[in-house]
T-cell receptor, first 115, second 113 residues
Framework: KAGVTQTPRYLIKTRGQQVTLSCSPI?????VSWYQQTPGQGLQFLFE???????NKGNFPGRFSGRQFSNSRSEMNVSTLELGDSALYLC??????????????FGPGTRLLVL | AQSVTQPDIHITVSEGASLELRCNYS??????LFWYVQSPGQGLQLLLK??????LVQGIKGFEAEFKRSQSSFNLRKPSVHWSDAAEYFC???????????FGTGTRLKVLA
């Protein structure tokens, strides 16, 4: 079974631009979570989607948004990029039949550099 | 608020030595507990998890972890470290009532030959 895939793997953007990242979960997984990883902050939870609905959201500004499609693929969007948005963005999928107890499977991440 | 603390940012051990990585959590009830490993440029790979039952959990690559409710800890151990274990290790808590996971800031392990 193929793992979680994320595209693109690397991105360079400039301040003020927007960016869209994509995540394809493991086949059969219906939950997708997004995390921002930076050296100083570790992994910070962005949001989680299940059956096209956002079930939980972390403490990030409204510039960060996401969505999930009917095939469980998910995208996250960051508008008006700031230098501090430079990070590794990780996507994780799970079956999500129960809350908080599912094993999450992570993709390799998208490394975003904002100049 | 729920939190996960990994007090050691960096740990260096010699190959063949034993290893213990510390993890403490703050949560009102018994959470679901996880340890993940991240190699450079890679995503996170699950080492082991604890949901309930036996407090000593066995994982992949020879790792084990022990849940101690009285200490709110879930420390990761390995009796003999291999050079390939050099990576960053993350402890995480899954909240049973939500769909949220909280990660510690990670411990970077260096292995000396």
């Amino acid at each position: 079974k193929a793992g979680v895939t994320q595209t693109p793997r690397y991105l360079i953007k400039t301040r003020g631009q927007q960016v869209t990242l994509s995540c394809s979960p493991i086949s059969g997984h219906r939950s997708v979570s997004w995390y921002q990883q930076t050296p100083g902050q570790g992994l910070q939870f962005l949001f989680e989607y299940f059956s096209e609905t956002q079930r939980n959201k972390g403490n990030f500004p409204g510039r960060f948004s996401g969505r999930q499609f009917s095939n469980s693929r998910s995208e996250m969007n960051v508008s008006t990029l700031e230098l501090g948005d430079s990070a590794l963005y990780l996507c994780a999928s799970s079956l999500a039949s129960s809350g908080g107890g599912e094993t999450q499977y992570f993709g390799p991440g998208t490394r975003l550099l904002v100049l | 608020a729920q939190s996960v603390t990994q007090p050691d940012i960096h740990i260096t051990v010699s190959e063949g030595a034993s290893l213990e990585l510390r993890c403490n959590y703050s949560y009102g009830a018994t959470p679901y507990l996880f340890w993940y490993v991240q190699s450079p440029g890679q995503g996170l790979q699950l080492l082991l998890k604890y949901f309930s039952g036996d407090t000593l959990v066995q994982g992949i690559k020879g790792f084990e972890a022990e849940f101690k409710r009285s200490q709110s800890s879930f420390n990761l151990r390995k009796p003999s470290v291999h050079w390939s274990d050099a990576a960053e290790y993350f402890c995480a808590v899954g909240e049973p009532s939500t769909y949220k996971y909280i990660f510690g800031t990670g411990t970077r392990l260096k292995v000396l030959a």
